[in-house]
């Protein structure tokens, strides 16, 4: 893909945030990992700007050494997104304030197997990373915790993330994760779902590898 697809799909999928009150105003953040002069690291979001307003001018460069393009202030989770593709094979990640994944994020220490699709983050359950600042290094370090064996987690009183091969299996994950935080939110609302035991789910992980492929 060319470096100039790369900048436009962001701005795209940054204003899909917006257009399906995915994620509101100026909430959340995407990156790509992308090369610069040379250098290996990721294109992502500017810090404080409305997402419907940005332009590719405005997404900043991070290399893999924390070096930040000058003149340009990179999204406050920029180490998040860092730690992410030192700690994984991931080309793209997506933060999202989504409604339900945050109300989640406010509840629950675990979002268990309690429908078969959360097999689609390559886990038995949705883990929320706990608690810190956000930008800090303390968060980025739940963060990495949670997403061990998975592509996705909620963020404890602030949201989700979703990591893919590219950003639109990363966005897609991120709509997916946001329809299981309202499904086990209503499920809440009248008793305790049933889960899945282990050997249900493993043999769901077993057979999804195929799904999107059929």
């Known amino acids: 893909m060319l470096k100039i697809n790369k900048k436009k ?45 940005l332009t590719t001018k405005d997404l900043v460069f991070v290399s893999m050494q924390a070096d930040i393009e000058k003149n340009k202030i ?37 979002i268990p197997s309690f429908h078969y699709m959360i097999a ?5 359950e949705i883990k929320v990373a706990k608690y810190s600042l956000f930008g800090s290094q303390k968060l980025s370090n739940n963060i990495l915790t949670s997403m061990k064996g998975s592509k996705s987690c909620l963020i404890s009183n602030h949201g989700q993330i979703a990591i893919g091969d590219s950003l639109s299996e990363a966005f897609e994950l991120a709509q997916e994760i946001e329809l299981l935080c309202e499904y086990y939110y209503y499920c809440k609302l009248q008793k305790n779902p049933k889960i899945l035991s282990n050997k249900e789910m493993q043999q769901v992980l077993n057979k999804i ?4 492929r059929s």
Not at 16 to 23: E, G, K, M, N
Not at 120 to 124: D, E
Request: aromatic share 12%; hydrophobic share 35%.
């Open 120 to 124: 689609l983050t390559g886990g038995k």
């Open 9 to 53: 799909e962001i701005i795209k999928y940054l204003k899909l945030f917006v257009i399906d009150s995915f994620s509101p105003i100026r909430s959340g953040n995407i990156s790509i990992k992308y090369k610069l002069k040379g250098k290996e690291g990721f294109l992502i979001s500017p810090s404080g700007k409305k997402n419907i307003e």
């Open 74 to 110: 990179p999204s406050s989770e920029w180490r998040f997104h860092l730690d992410l593709y030192r700690s994984s094979k991931c080309n793209a990640v997506v933060h999202a304030h989504s409604k339900f994944s945050v109300i989640c994020s406010c509840l629950y220490n675990v």
């Open 209 to 212: 590898e195929r799904y999107k």
